[in-house]
């Protein structure tokens, strides 16, 4: 019954906002013309890289990953780069203006293709920003932390998740508190322009004064930006697959919040401002974010690209990418095309997530008034009080708003990730996905 009612919702929501039924991804490869077209009117891109490879599979974790090894790191190297030779050939000079290295674990590859794929990146497109990646604690030595700076990696991440050996034992990660609190204070000590630790929140018998001593915790080490999730329970995950305990049941719902408030308390009064629904950082410090440029390509298994009117998915498995490339194929296993209508919609989505944004940078993109696509809905959010205005046409996401926004992206994503992602992880070429 809560299923089906969250189902109603939810396509009421698409049609009203995206006017569409429902979307399909289709196994549908743009063919070079197609894709050149497509490339060249846009003037600049961001660039993703997926290393689906990890030490150990956590049984919350949704993400696209396998266990590391050697052989197939070396393999994926070698298919990567060809990827990479050929994207050139459509960017040509134009601009990167935004790279995130994600996984899986991007440092389970440090010392084994990762210099080595970047030194390609770096010399055949026109890189005109700083590089953001994800890492493991366990990872995060000194001499670990200086090879990634070497790197010119200025923006490092890395998943903490909780700070009570209780918690970090039921997430079944591989380290104690002393030890993920050594990695937080080495790459604290190092002069990266953002640290960002992730942690999760709302865990079962996780209290409040385990957030409270967590967020207070996080601050005195001087860490930069703290990105906290509530603990989402995929269906096609261990732990999702094993649990009754859905994400929208009330008590599951008022707990997220008052931890979320507990937390947006902390790091305000010690000077963090939010900076995207999840993320809040110190004042003054460049943000640690994925991809921030809207039209981005995807290199790697799972690596997803979106050129306007179109969004497409690389395989989703490892050895299938790498056959696909050695074999001359290309490794795009499902496309969407994108209405009007769904262009605008992801438009706005993704602006609002980012807490801040600007009427006018609508009208560059699409030629048309924000106001006059969006106006009535803008009201309502600020009836509401979910966003504000300012007199500089920007608008931004109140905490009420960032809240409920959340809410809405988990009745979406969740059930949205969950039937790509998961169908894609079991068929390395699926026919269609019907979303
Ligand atoms: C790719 S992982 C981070 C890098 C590295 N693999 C690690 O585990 O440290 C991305 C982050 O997503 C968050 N995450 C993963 N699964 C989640 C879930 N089911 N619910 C909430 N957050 C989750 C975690 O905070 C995790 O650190
Ligand atoms: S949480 Fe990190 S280490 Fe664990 S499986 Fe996911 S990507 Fe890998």
Redesign the pocket.
Known sequence: MKTSLNSVFRNSLRRLLVREKEFVLENKIPSHEELRRKFEDIEEFGLYLHIPF?EQI?S????N?EIYNLDIARSYTAAIKKEIDFYASLIGDKPITSFYI????PTTMLHNGLREILDHIFNVFNMKCKTHM????NHLSPDNLKAIADMDIRYL?????ALQDKHIKFLGRPYTLEKVKKAVENAVNMDFECVNV???FALPFQTYSDIEQTGHTLVSMGVDQI?A??????PY?K??GNSDDGNYNISTIFRRRKMLGILENIFYSAGYERTSVWAFTRKEIPKYCSVTVPLYVGLGASGGTYLKDIFYLNTFNVSEYIKAINSGKSPIALSLNLSENMQMAWWFYWRIYETIFKRSDFKKRFQKNFDEVYGKYIKLFSFFGLIKEDDRDRIILSDRGAYWLHSVEDLFSINYISKLWGTAKKEPWPQKIFL
């Open positions: 990890c956590c919350y974790c949704p993400y990953k994600g996984g899986g674990t994800e890492s493991h604690p991440s890395m998943g903490v998740e992730d942690i999760i990105a999730y509530p603990l989402f329970r995929f995950t732990m999702g």
